[in-house]
C-alpha cells in the first residue's frame, strides 16, 4: 500500500482516554508532572564523595536508599556503567566502589570484591576516566599532580580568546569552575583510617609506588569516547609548566575570581545551582572557604531537591527536575486530544505552573558573571533554578499559545512578548539555536574536551531540537498575533535553512537530547513545517521515507542509545513506545497519518498500552553529550498519547 494511501484507523479513544486519566492522576498539586530523572551512575559518588570531604554522611534513611540504588545498579560483571543501561566503565565503577564503603559497606561485601575484581585487572583508579580522578584527588585518594592541570588562572585570560572560560558550553563552564578552585587550593579530605584502606583497595599495587606522570596519560579504554587529541596533551603541557612556577599571588587572584563566580551561579539559582555536579562542588568549595558558614547552610537547604525515591532505591536526578519541559509537552499532548471538558482541570493546573515558572528577570550583572539576559525564558525545571534554556522557552510558548484558545493560558501578552524576545536574542550566526547561551566560541575547542566520556561539552552550539522548538514557538506567535514582524519572519527562515542544513543524506536527522534519529527527525520535520514547508517538500518526503525503512514488522520503532553514540541506527530488541510515538508524531505532521504505516504504528502502540492505562517501562529515551542516557519519566505518558490523538485526525 502506497505511503499516503487513505486507511481509517480504528479509533484510539479509549486508549487516549485511560492515557489522560494516567496523566491527570499523575499530576502533580502545583500543576506540573514531576519525577524520576535518572540515569548518570556519577552522581550519587560525588555527592558522597562531597559530603565526606565534609565530614558528613547521607542520614541513615538516604544512606540506605542510595546503597539500595547503588546495589540495584551494579552491572552482572561487577562494574558500573556510566548510566544504568551501559557496560561498566572504571570512571563510574571505582567512584561507586568508593561510594559504598563510604557510606558503611564493608570491604569484604561479596559485591565489593566483585567491583575489585573487575576494575583492578583495568588499571583501577589509574585508569579511570578525568572526572572521576578529580574526585578521587578531593578525597586524598589520588595524587593532584597525576590530574590534568586545571587552574583557576584560565579565567584570567583576557576574555577575548577564544579558551577563555566564558565561551566554554555553561553546562562545562559550570562544572570547571569548582574543579578549578579545588584544583588550585589543592583541597583535600582529612585523612582516616577508612581513606587509608580506600587508597589500598582501588590501585592494583603500592599507592607510595604510583609513577604520577604516568598516571596522569592513562585511561582505560572502557572510559574513552572522546580520545585526547595532540592540542589537548599540548595544553596540558603548556598549563603543567604553568603549574610548576605558579605564583602565590596571581593564584589567589584567581580563586577570588573563580569564588566570585561560583557565588553568583549559587545566588542566582537560589542554591539549587544549573545541575547536581556544580551543586556538590560548589558547596565543597564554601566548605574549604567557611566551614559550617552561611553559604554551606544554604547549599545543605537545597541538597534534597536532587534526590528522588523510585522502586530501584533513592537516586540522585540530573537535574532538580525535568518539571517544566514535561509539563509544556503534557499540555500541547492533551490540547492536541480534543482537550475535552473533563481534561480542562488538568490544563488549568498546568497553565498555572507555566505561569508561576516563567523567569521574569535577568540575573545580577550578568555580563560580569557571562550570562545571557534569562528575562521572559523558560527553565527546563523551575524559576528558582534559574538558567532558561531556548527550547524549554519555546516549549513553554507553544504550551501558552496551545491553550490560549481554550481561555486558560494565564501569561500575559507582554511576558509572551517577553519570550519571543529572548528566543530571538539566542539565535546563533548559523541560524539555529543553542541550548542556553549564543554560541560563543568555535565548535573545534572541542579538541580540548578533557573528559574522555563525553562529547560535544566544550561549546553550546546549535541542534536541531532546540532550533525547531524556537521556529516553531516563533511561527505560533506569529499565528497567534497576526501582526507583521520581519524579525520573526527572518528568524524563522534562517532557522529552517540550518534545520535544512542538518538532514542527514539518509533524510534523517540526529538527535542530541534524546534517542535518536526518530527524535532529531520529529524535530526536523515539525521545524520544516512550522517555517512552511509544503507538504511535498522532499526534505519532509525524504524524513518519512527513512522513518518508515526503520518500521518494524510488527509496526513499531525502536532505537537504543548506542545510536547515539555511534551515529547510526542502533535497534533496540522490541518496540518502543515512545520512539514509535515520535515517528508517528513525524508521519502525521508531514500529513501521512493515514498511511499504512502510520495506521500499523498507531496499532502497535494501542495494543502496548497496559490496562492500567500505562505503557510499560522501555529502555532510556534521553541523552546528553551523545554518551550518557537519562531518564524522561513522563514521556511514556505524554508521547503515545499524543501521537495516537494526532494520528486519530482526519
Ligand atoms: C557537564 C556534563 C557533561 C554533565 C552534566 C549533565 C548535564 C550536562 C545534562 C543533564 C540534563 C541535561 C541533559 C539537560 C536536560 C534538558 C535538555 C533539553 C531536553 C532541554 C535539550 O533540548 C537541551 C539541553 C538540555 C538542557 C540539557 C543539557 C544537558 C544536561 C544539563
Redesign the pocket.
Known sequence: MSATAEVRTPRSEPVIQRGLEVLASTQDAEGSWYGDYGG?QFLIPIYVAGLHVMGRVPEPAQREGLVAYLRRHQNADGGWGLDVESPSQVFTSVLNYVALRLMGVAEDDPRLRRARQWFLPRGGALASGAWGKIILALLGLYEYRGLQPVPPELWLLPESLPVHPSRLWC??RM?YLPMSWLYGRKARAPESPLLAALRREIFDGDYAQVDWTAARERVSPTDVYTPRTVWLKAANQLMLGYERVAGKQLRERALGFALEQIRAEDEATHYIC??P?NKVLNMVVWHFVNPEGPEVRAHLERLPDYFYEAADGIKMN??NS?EL?DTAFAVQAVVATGASEATRPMLAEAARFIEANQVLEDTREPARFYRHPSKGGWP?STREHGWP?S??TAEGLKACLALEPLGLNRVPEARLQDAVGLILSMQNKDGGWA?YELQRGPQLLEVLNP?DV?ST?MVDIS?V??TSACVQALAAWRKHTQRPDARVDEAIARGAAFIRKLQREDGSWVGS?GVCFTYGTWFGVKGLLAAGASPEDPALRRATAFLRSHQRSDGSWSEVVDSCRQGRWVEGKDGHAVNTAWALLTLAAAGEQASDSARRGAQWLRGRQQPDGRWPPEPIA?I??RTCA?HYDAYLRIFPVWALAVCDKR
Open positions: 548518570p553546562h562545562c562544572v544549573i545541575g555536579i540530573g537535574y525535568s519541559w527546563f534554556i527550547d524549554c541550548t573528559s563525553f561539552i541542534y531540537e532546540c537530547w534521553g546528553f553529550n537519562i
